[in-house]
């Protein structure tokens, strides 16, 4: 089943290469009736099967599985539902303090309520059993998380916690959503940390087309993200 991943994929080592799936959840789906489902997830865009198809491709040919997961308290600052009279999508300021003592101020862009914790819209839209290991991101209330590495307020995931520990791993194979928000994030958080990226762009979509080709062009610029458009030759 296997012998038509291209070369690219099937030059990388499975001991050095981790496989990493973005937020494949079905809120982030139009397949699945998703709060915030990304354009290219339509139920017959066949998004999800190529996800479900390739990962078992890559399962099957002996990579490790891993998958960030969007899990937020249905308080999350995130959510336009927690601050009066906001709407999805605008935008708004806010300011935290950071661990080492700084203050940030930043644009959050507010969401419909999305990936609650527990709810039927944050599982996955491919079978548990591809997935060897999940690692939960968004999850404080008061910091919105795209990147699958540290959250907004600077404090690292378990993902980023199983990456420096396994210092063989070297490349990360990236795909999922949306490409503009938690795909971009977490390639360039993996490339702050000295990972190369091989990036499935066929198994990517953006919130918005405009800055999903934006974010492409960024990933590339960094010199260390290789895109692919599919895992096949
Ligand atoms: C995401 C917006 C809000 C994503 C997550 O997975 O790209 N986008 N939360
Ligand atoms: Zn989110």
Same mark, same amino acid.
């Given at each position: 089943?296997?012998?038509?991943? !291209? ?8 001991? =050095? ?7 494949p959840? %079905?809120? @982030? ?16 865009? =066949? ?7 390739? /990962?078992?491709?890559?399962k #099957? ?17 995130s @959510? ?22 700084t203050?940030?101020?930043?644009e959050q ?11 039927? $819209?944050?599982? @996955? ?9 999940? @690692? ?8 919105? =998380?795209?990147? $699958? ?15 420096? #520990?396994? /210092? ?48 492409? %062009? ?11 458009? !599919?895992?096949?030759?």
């Amino acid at each position: 089943m296997d012998r038509n991943l !291209s070369d690219a994929v099937l030059g990388l080592s499975k001991r =050095s290469t981790r496989v990493v799936i973005v937020d494949p959840q %079905r809120d @982030f789906t139009l397949q699945y009736n998703g709060s915030l489902g990304v354009l290219g997830t339509e139920a017959n865009s =066949s998004y999800a099967e190529r996800v479900i198809a390739a /990962t078992i491709d890559l399962k #099957h040919h002996g990579f490790i599985i891993l998958a960030t997961k969007d899990w937020h308290p249905k308080d999350h600052t995130s @959510f336009a539902s927690q601050h009066q009279g906001r709407k999805p999508f605008e935008t708004i300021t806010l300011s935290h303090d950071l661990p080492d003592g700084t203050k940030r101020t930043y644009e959050q862009i507010l969401w419909p309520d999305h990936c609650v914790q527990g709810s039927e $819209g944050a599982n @996955f839209f491919l079978p548990e059993n591809l997935i060897d290991q999940f @690692f939960v991101k968004g999850t404080r209330p008061e910091f919105d =998380s795209y990147s $699958g590495i540290k959250d907004d307020g600077d404090l690292e995931t378990e993902l980023s916690a199983y990456l420096d #520990h396994n /210092t063989q791993i070297k490349t990360l194979i990236i795909y999922g959503l949306a490409t503009d928000y938690c795909v971009q994030a977490t390639v360039i958080d993996a490339v702050a940390k000295g990972l190369n990226v091989v990036l499935i762009k066929n198994l990517i979509s953006a919130v918005d087309l405009k800055s999903g080709e934006k974010a492409i %062009r960024a990933m590339e610029s960094t010199g260390k993200v290789t895109i692919c458009e !599919s895992v096949y030759s």
